[in-house]
């Protein structure tokens, strides 16, 4: 079975520097997808970026981007120029190939400060 | 375009009660999914569907239940409800393009209080 592991429950960064959320999995698969969730208070999960494993490029989203090392089955997310409006639950998820069911971490707050 | 819309937002029930949170999408999306999230634990699969009349089980289907009619609509049922089912419930659906299966869109969420 999968699973996802997130090991900062909560982390803080200063409006305009970078910060890096960290998240693992473990899976036999070779194909599959992963994604970055984020779910501000008012509840609502929006889709930060995604990576499809068989393609080798880090994906990018503006002020998003990830750092994929299958090998390590590491999967970080930076994000660069921090704002005000990027304060929320931040969830990364699997998915295999054929399935719409999602695996979640168990999530990483993030602080951010004027 | 609604998207993914459930109904109520926030409920409140006693112990043994029943009811239906209900989940419904406008965008002919095949597959749709139930979600569970606890605090500290991420959200769990409850129930998901890969198309009307075809229903199957999660990670944590004890205590629901589901069906599938039409491609809109994906209900979920708690029997009797108990307090460890105190959580916020997800719908989510997405649809296949060819051989790619899209990304999940969510629902707002309901909160579910049970006493």
């Known amino acids: 079975a999968q699973t996802v592991t997130q090991s900062q429950p909560e982390m803080s960064v200063q409006e305009a520097e970078t910060v890096t959320l960290s998240c693992t999995y473990d899976t036999s698969e070779s194909d599959y997808y992963l994604f970055w969730y984020k779910q501000p208070p008012s509840r609502q999960m929006i889709l930060v970026i995604r990576q499809e494993a068989y393609k080798q490029q880090n994906a990018t989203e503006n002020r998003f981007s990830v750092n994929f090392q299958k090998a390590a089955k590491s999967f970080s997310l930076k994000i660069s120029d921090s704002q005000l409006g990027d304060a929320a639950m931040y969830f990364c998820a699997y998915r295999s190939v054929n399935t719409d069911k999602l695996i979640f971490g168990t999530g990483t707050r993030l602080q951010v400060f004027p | 375009n609604a998207g993914v819309t459930q109904t109520p937002k926030f409920q409140v029930l006693k112990t043994g009660q029943s009811m239906t949170l209900q989940c419904a999408q406008d965008m002919n999306h095949e597959y749709m999914s139930w979600y569970r999230q606890d605090p500290g634990m991420g959200l769990r699969l409850i129930h998901y569907?890969?198309?009307?009349?075809?229903?199957d089980q999660g990670e944590v289907p004890n205590g629901y239940n589901v069906s599938r009619s039409t491609t809109e609509d994906f209900p979920l049922r708690l029997l009797s409800a108990a307090p460890s089912q105190t959580s916020v419930y997800f719908c989510?659906?997405?649809?296949?393009?060819?051989?790619?299966?899209?990304?999940?869109?969510f629902g707002q969420g309901t909160r579910l209080t049970v006493v």
């Open positions: 989510a659906s997405s649809y296949s393009s060819g051989t790619i299966l899209t990304e999940a869109f």
């Open positions: 569907s890969v198309g009307a009349g075809i229903t």
